[in-house]
C-alpha cells in the first residue's frame, strides 16, 4: 500500500518560517488531490489547504491565507507547505493526506509532522 511520509516539522520561535514536505512511497501512484491538515491537542483535526493536479489550482483555509503556501509535484507525488510568520497557535502535528478521486475521501494519510512553535 502507498504510504505518505511527512517531514520537515519542528521547533521553532515565532516569527520564523519553515517547509514542510510530503512524500509518497510510490512516486507514481495517481492522486486527484492533495492536501494539509493539522490536529493540536483536544481540538479537532483543522483543513489547512488542498492542491488539485488536473485543475492546477488551490485552496486554503481562511484561517491560514497568507502565511501559508502550499505547492507540490503531482508526478513525483511531492506536496509541501511554506509556513511563514509562524505563531504558537500553529503548534500541531501537520498532516498530509491523498484524494484518489473526485469528490471521494481523502483515501490516504501520513503519520504526521510535528511543529512546536515557542512565543
Known amino acids: 500500500q502507498v504510504q505518505l511520509v511527512e517531514s520537515g516539522g519542528g521547533l521553532v520561535r515565532a516569527g520564523g518560517s519553515l517547509r514542510l514536505s510530503c512524500a509518497a512511497s510510490?512516486?507514481?501512484?495517481?492522486?486527484?488531490?492533495m492536501a494539509w491538515f493539522r490536529q493540536a491537542p483536544g481540538k479537532e483535526r483543522e483543513f489547512l489547504a488542498r492542491?488539485?493536479?488536473?485543475?492546477?489550482?488551490?485552496s486554503y483555509a481562511d484561517a491560514v491565507k497568507g502565511r501559508f503556501t502550499i505547492s507540490g509535484d503531482n508526478v513525483k507525488n511531492m506536496l509541501f507547505l511554506q509556513i511563514n510568520d509562524l505563531k504558537p497557535e500553529d503548534t500541531a502535528t501537520y498532516y498530509c493526506?491523498?484524494?484518489?478521486?473526485?469528490?471521494?475521501?481523502?483515501?490516504?494519510w501520513g503519520q504526521g509532522t510535528q511543529v512546536t512553535v515557542s512565543s
Open positions: 493526506a491523498a484524494q484518489l478521486k473526485n469528490g471521494g475521501p481523502y483515501d490516504l
Open positions: 510510490d512516486s507514481t501512484f495517481g492522486t486527484y488531490a
Open positions: 492542491i488539485f493536479w488536473s485543475a492546477r489550482s488551490k
